[in-house]
Structures are given as structure tokens and as C-alpha cells.
């Protein structure tokens, strides 16, 4: 089974550039997360999704970061403009709530570089 | 609000050592506990779990027991080898939601 899928796995930009960061969930999961992690702040959630809908964006840093989900099959994290301090490595997670187990089902990451 | 605390790292050990992580929590309501194993250039993926009070989970030679008295969730195994090394991060969630709040992580090196 394909896990989450995660594009572009690497990414190195310029201060002020737009950043997009894709995510594909498992399929027929119910709930995606977007979480950031740093080495002085560890893992960072940014914000959640149960079915296409944002449900807390709380952890969203600033106005620069939004996020979309407009199926159940994709999702965007945008950053605009990006800046030094956004580098990070980003990863999305996806999980289905009705097995009860609580797993997170994490892609492999997208290493985002801000020059 | 809902808190994990791991023990600071990095930890090194030789191969055939024994490991203690330690992990305790702060939650509103009654967690569901893990424990999440990060190999280097991979997404997080699940370690053990614990749903309720003395509970163990274990995987892959790992135990964790779920200790609501010390609210405690420590990772343990015998033996480790030096296909451990990794990031293990504690982890809790208290709602329906698949809502997992982390750790900081620890770094385990594992010498041959």
C-alpha cells in the first residue's frame, strides 16, 4: 500500500520566493496533519484537517503560511513570502480515526532550505 | 494544556547495552500513549502504544508501560543494536482526533 506522499523532498529557495509543499494521504484516511520540525523547536504541529476541513490552525506561524485541502486525496502547505527562519523540514501525516488506534501515518518529509 | 517531557539528549551506547528513554506526560483527561522511532532521512513512524493505565506496549524488542501514577511512559530495551539509532520521540494524545502532542525527541546512537 502507498503510503503518505510527500513532493518535493528537498527544496532550496530564495528569501521571498513562494514556497508549495504537497501532500497526498492515505487513502480513505479521514484526518491530515501538517506538522514542522526544527532542531530548536522539535516537532511543531501547524495545522489539522478532518475530511477537507481545517479544524485548528493554531500552530500556523504567521499570515505567510496557509494551508488547503480541496479533496480528500491532496493538500497544500504555502509559504509566501518565505524567509531564512522557515527552514525546516515539513512533514504531513495522515491517519483514520474510526480504528481507534490513534496512529499518525507520517510521508517521508520535504526539507525545505530558505537562503 | 497536554505536555510530554523526554529526558535531554543525545544518547550514546554501545551495541548490547541497555536503554532507558525516559518520557513523562501532563494531560487533561485520560491519554493514549507512544512512542515514535525516526530513522535518519525518514518520516516518523509508530514505535508502540498504550491506551490505558499498565498497559505495556512493546515492538521490535521495546517495552513501555503506561504508569498513571508517575504519569510516566518509559522506553526500555535489553539489547540494543546498532540498527536502534534513530530519534525516539514520547507522545500523547487525550481526544478523538488523532491530535498527537510530542516530545522534543532524544537522539540514540548506537556504537558497534
Known amino acids: 500500500d502507498a503510503g503518505v506522499i510527500q513532493s518535493p523532498r528537498h527544496e532550496v529557495t530564495e528569501m521571498g520566493q513562494e514556497v508549495t509543499l504537497r501532500c497526498k494521504p492515505i487513502s480513505g484516511h479521514d484526518y491530515l496533519f501538517w506538522y514542522r520540525q526544527t532542531m530548536m523547536r522539535g516537532l511543531e504541529l501547524l495545522i489539522y484537517f478532518n475530511n477537507n476541513v481545517p479544524i485548528d490552525d493554531s500552530g500556523m506561524p504567521e499570515d505567510r503560511f496557509s494551508a488547503k485541502m480541496p479533496n480528500a486525496s491532496f493538500s497544500t502547505l504555502k509559504i509566501q513570502p518565505s524567509e531564512p527562519r522557515d527552514s525546516a523540514v515539513y512533514f504531513c501525516a495522515s491517519s483514520l480515526i474510526s480504528t481507534g488506534t490513534g496512529e499518525l501515518f507520517f510521508g517521508e518529509g520535504s526539507r525545505l532550505t530558505v537562503l | 494544556g497536554d505536555s510530554v517531557t523526554q529526558m535531554e539528549g543525545p544518547v550514546t551506547l554501545s551495541e548490547e547495552a541497555f536503554l532507558t528513554i525516559n518520557c513523562t506526560y501532563t494531560a487533561t483527561g485520560y491519554p493514549s500513549l507512544f512512542w515514535y522511532v525516526q530513522y535518519p532521512g525518514e518520516g516518523l513512524q509508530l514505535l508502540l502504544k498504550?491506551?490505558?493505565?499498565?498497559d505495556k506496549g512493546s515492538n521490535k524488542g521495546f517495552e513501555a508501560t503506561y504508569r498513571k501514577e508517575t504519569t510516566s511512559f518509559h522506553l526500555e530495551k535489553g539489547s540494543v543494536q546498532v540498527s536502534d539509532s534513530a530519534v525516539y520521540f514520547c507522545a500523547l494524545t487525550t481526544g478523538a482526533n488523532s491530535k498527537l502532542t510530542f516530545g522534543k525527541g532524544i537522539t540514540l546512537s548506537v556504537r558497534p
Open positions: 498504550a491506551t490505558k493505565a499498565d
